[in-house]
């Protein structure tokens, strides 16, 4: 059993602010910390491999130790918008079943810029980072985001917010069409993704991109493992979302423990919603691994929070992971005390 929660450190934060967080976190039951350290731009650690805003992991770790807390590395994994990338390596970005790159033409929001996962040379960028990380002694694991296909079908809730109706996938959000994918799929099958006639009902193409998911996750969680690191990730809420939304075939991955992000408003979901969904979760998993209830604090009230945390646990959760530091107020933190000690 284990207790979780995201957070983003902040540079004007000194030791002595980490140390209050820190020892409140544990007192009202927590026992790991997931913190951002690399952002998809920048680091939060002493990097040689991404431009670096402050040294605040090494800051953390002997504190989070001292408060009796496991630290997780929170990296993003795939979405890039990292300067160095995109000038020097332009052909790793997935491309749109339109041809549209998302380096260029990204979907939804200028940042959503995308590495495709089936190039070898973006698994070996992306395990130069878990290695990195991987070297600090006193860092518990490593936590992955993220790590996934760009979003064919948004929530619903962020819908409207585009101005999309996405009852079907359409070409401009289905990824990946890049040169490295058709050539692997075609070997595999005989055929060119782009000549499917009906791509979402095609299941080859499906496990294809599930698989290039699968296989990068595996390289990660091998090189955290190999610097004795434990791996774990963020996960959309349920299986079936995770498959239909973002190509993410979360229970065939080989990790120490999954954080399904359940963020019930998302999907225009009662908080009720959180329950059946952990255990869609946890029964796909069938014992695998440990699966954490990620709740979305800041829609939920804390008597909501409390009952959450109760159900997730009677619903076959591990534990429970908070999203994220900052929404958690005094009224939350005392109904996790009650809840969780």
């Not at 070898?120 to 985001?145: I, M, N």
Request: charged share 20%.
């Amino acid at each position: 059993m284990k207790n979780w929660i995201w957070i983003h450190p902040n540079a004007t934060e000194g030791a002595e602010d980490w140390k209050r967080q820190f020892a409140l976190m544990r007192e009202c039951g927590l026992h790991a910390v997931s913190a951002i350290v690399y952002t998809g731009r920048h680091a939060l650690y002493g990097s040689s491999l991404h431009p670096v805003v402050a040294p605040l992991l090494e800051q953390m770790i002997p504190l989070a130790t001292d408060a009796g807390l496991e630290l997780h590395a929170w990296i993003v994994c795939l979405r890039c918008n990292a300067d160095s990338v995109h000038r020097v390596h332009p052909d790793w970005f997935s491309v749109s079943r339109n041809g549209e790159s998302s380096l260029d033409k990204p979907p939804y929001i200028p940042s959503y810029q995308w590495l495709c996962p089936s190039r070898p040379e973006v698994r070996e960028w992306l395990c130069g980072t878990v290695a990195e990380l991987g070297s600090y002694d006193g860092l518990t694991g490593v936590h992955l985001d993220y790590i996934r296909h760009p979003d064919v079908i948004l929530p619903a809730q962020l819908q409207p917010k585009y101005g999309l109706v996405q009852d079907r996938e359409f070409p401009k959000f289905d990824f990946c069409y890049c040169d490295v994918c058709r050539e692997a799929f075609g070997k595999l099958e005989g055929i060119d993704p782009l000549h499917i006639e009906d791509p979402p009902a095609h299941e080859a193409w499906a496990r294809f991109r599930h698989a290039s998911v699968r296989d990068t996750v595996a390289l990660a969680a091998a090189t955290a493992r190999g610097a004795g690191k434990a791996v774990t990730a963020a996960v959309f809420a349920t299986p079936k979302l995770a498959r239909g939304f973002v190509r993410q075939d979360w229970p065939s991955w080989d990790l120490d423990g999954v954080l399904p992000m359940i963020y019930h408003n998302y999907y225009d979901r009662p908080a009720s919603w959180i329950a059946p969904a952990t255990r869609e979760g946890v029964d796909a998993l069938a014992g695998k691994m440990p699966l954490y209830s990620g709740l979305f604090v800041r829609e939920l009230t804390p008597q909501q929070l409390s009952t959450a945390v109760e159900e997730s646990m009677d619903a076959g959760a591990s534990g429970i992971a908070l999203f994220s530091g900052g929404a958690v107020t005094d009224d939350h933190w005392s109904a996790l005390r009650t809840a969780l000690t």
